[in-house]
């Protein structure tokens, strides 16, 4: 089974930046869409951005503008630049991605902390 993997969270300053990365093993011929989700303490998993195969990238309201979501192919990994940090952004992050026939697979998580 394949295991997608996070990196890249931290603690960040209010209007700090982070940048999360996902290794994704064969993502070009796995998946057709790759994202980000959050979940904050006592609140569900909620969609932060996802981009399609053919670059597609669209971001939820409350991170629009601040955040960028992009593949790179040669590394097999998925990217989530994070600029303008608010204490809302705080929460666990996850990698998803989704295949041709609608599954979906996830990594284990990756903790961001926004706090000054």
């Known amino acids: 089974q394949v295991r997608l993997v996070e990196s890249g969270g931290g603690l960040a300053q209010p209007g700090g930046s982070l940048r999360l990365s996902c290794e994704v093993p064969?993502?070009?011929?796995?998946?057709?869409?790759l994202g980000w989700y959050r979940q904050a303490p006592g609140k569900e998993r909620e969609w932060v951005a996802s981009?399609?195969?053919?670059?597609?990238?669209n971001y939820a309201d409350s991170v629009k503008d601040r955040f960028t979501i992009s593949r790179d192919k040669a590394k097999n990994t998925v990217n989530l630049q994070m600029n303008g940090l608010k204490p809302e952004d705080t929460g666990v992050y996850y990698c998803?991605?989704?295949?041709?026939?609608?599954?979906?697979?996830w990594g284990q998580g990756t903790q961001v902390t926004v706090s000054s």
């Open positions: 998803n991605g989704v295949g041709p026939r609608g599954t979906n697979t």
């Open positions: 064969g993502m070009v011929s796995r998946f057709n869409v």
């Open positions: 981009i399609t195969e053919h670059e597609l990238a």
